[in-house]
């Protein structure tokens, strides 16, 4: 397989973001793992469609200010093998240079496990940020986003409402809380 420097954009099918398929070739994984890793780091599920500008804020903390951001952002993830073509640092050096914090181009995201017997090797960089170091191409203009925090133990549930409560009687009848005074009202 011959090494491209640049990837083809992951322009999603929908408007309202990535299918499961899409999102397996944007991570470079397997299908089986697309569902867990989106619920690790948070991504969410809405009817079969992973937004993307949620996609980017829970994996790297970044939107896209403009075209070239999000070409930039939906070219798919590079793994170790073309992080590795692409510098010209060997595998086992990466991974050495990240054990020992010298590693020197962008950290990348960890989408595998972590807290298994062995560490995971699943992780994923966004080309862009590697291009720049090794070719002293400009960055694309990203904006930082906040992600959210993920709470383990808690997969699948989505926002929290804030409980009604039965016993109010403001919140029994809207017209209640509306027209408090019946008598006030002109017919």
Same mark, same amino acid.
């Given at each position: 397989?011959?090494?491209?420097?640049?990837?083809?954009?992951?322009?999603?099918?929908?408007?309202?973001?990535?299918?499961?398929?899409?999102?397996?070739?944007?991570?470079?994984?397997?299908?089986?793992?697309?569902?867990?890793?989106?619920?690790?780091?948070?991504?969410?599920?809405?009817?079969?469609?992973?937004?993307?500008?949620?996609?980017?804020?829970?994996?790297?903390?970044?939107?896209?200010?403009?075209? %070239?951001?999000?070409?930039? @952002?939906?070219? &798919? +993830?590079?793994?170790?093998?073309? *992080?590795?073509?692409? =510098?010209?640092? !060997?595998?086992?050096?990466?991974?050495?240079?990240?054990?020992?914090?010298?590693?020197?181009?962008?950290?990348?995201?960890?989408?595998?496990?972590?807290?298994?017997?062995?560490?995971?090797?699943?992780?994923?960089?966004?080309?862009?940020? %590697?291009?720049?170091?090794? @070719?002293?191409? &400009? +960055?694309?203009?990203?904006?930082? *986003?906040?992600?959210? =925090?993920?709470? !383990?133990?808690?997969?699948?549930?989505?926002?929290?409402?804030?409980?009604?409560?039965?016993?109010?009687?403001?919140?029994?009848?809207?017209?209640?809380?509306?027209?408090?005074?019946?008598?006030?009202?002109?017919?």
């Amino acid at each position: 397989m011959r090494f491209e420097l640049f990837q083809e954009p992951i322009v999603p099918a929908s408007a309202a973001g990535f299918t499961t398929e899409e999102l397996r070739r944007y991570l470079g994984v397997g299908k089986n793992s697309v569902a867990l890793i989106a619920q690790r780091v948070g991504i969410e599920n809405l009817h079969g469609i992973y937004p993307e500008c949620i996609v980017w804020r829970q994996l790297f903390g970044l939107g896209a200010a403009d075209e %070239i951001a999000l070409a930039a @952002l939906r070219e &798919p +993830l590079a793994d170790i093998n073309w *992080v590795s073509k692409a =510098t010209g640092v !060997p595998q086992s050096t990466i991974r050495d240079h990240f054990r020992s914090g010298r590693w020197q181009y962008d950290r990348g995201v960890q989408l595998g496990d972590e807290d298994g017997a062995k560490p995971p090797r699943l992780r994923r960089w966004l080309p862009a940020l %590697i291009r720049n170091r090794t @070719l002293g191409s &400009p +960055l694309p203009a990203f904006t930082r *986003v906040a992600s959210l =925090t993920v709470t !383990p133990g808690d997969p699948g549930e989505g926002p929290a409402f804030p409980p009604e409560n039965a016993d109010d009687p403001s919140s029994a009848d809207v017209f209640t809380a509306l027209f408090p005074d019946p008598t006030a009202i002109s017919r």
